[in-house]
């Protein structure tokens, strides 16, 4: 095992020796990193616009705002949970139990916290929309 983490590790120092990165100058980076960011900033805010004239109050539309952003973000974080929780429970946890058990409590938890956060926005139209405000 340690020879192949070796072997990697060399291979990968070689191929970053014969890649040459191409670096472009400081100006036009900081210009297309300005603008980058300008325009990603102007979406975000069409967006939050959107939503706090969908709920008709700054408060409702920047907390729905919020819970779709937890809502898209918490896919593959929850994804990457479960899969370690499961590399933990069924390979490593084959030969230690506590591990296993470590492996399974972990994983219990991120499909908790991934379906809490695929609900939750949906609880929050729901109540909102129909209960709240008309």
Do not use: H, W
């Not at 472009?24 to 603008?35: F, G, M, P």
């Not at 069924?90 to 809490?116: H, Q």
């Amino acid at each position: 095992m340690k020879k192949v983490v070796v072997l990697a590790i060399i291979t990968l120092a070689i191929i970053g020796l014969y890649i040459s990165p191409v670096f472009a100058s400081e100006e036009i980076l900081n210009s297309v990193q300005t603008s980058e960011l300008i325009q990603i900033s102007e979406e975000q805010r069409e967006e939050l616009d959107d939503y706090v004239e969908d709920y008709g109050s700054e408060t409702y539309g920047f907390t729905a705002f919020v819970l779709n952003k937890i809502r898209i973000f918490s896919i593959p974080f929850c994804f990457l949970g479960i899969v370690i929780s499961a590399i933990y429970q069924y390979v490593i946890g084959i030969r230690k139990l506590d591990v296993r058990y470590k492996g399974f409590y972990t994983m219990i938890a991120f499909i908790t916290l991934f379906v809490i956060a695929q609900v939750l926005p949906l609880i929050f139209v729901i109540v909102i929309k129909g209960f709240g405000r008309s």
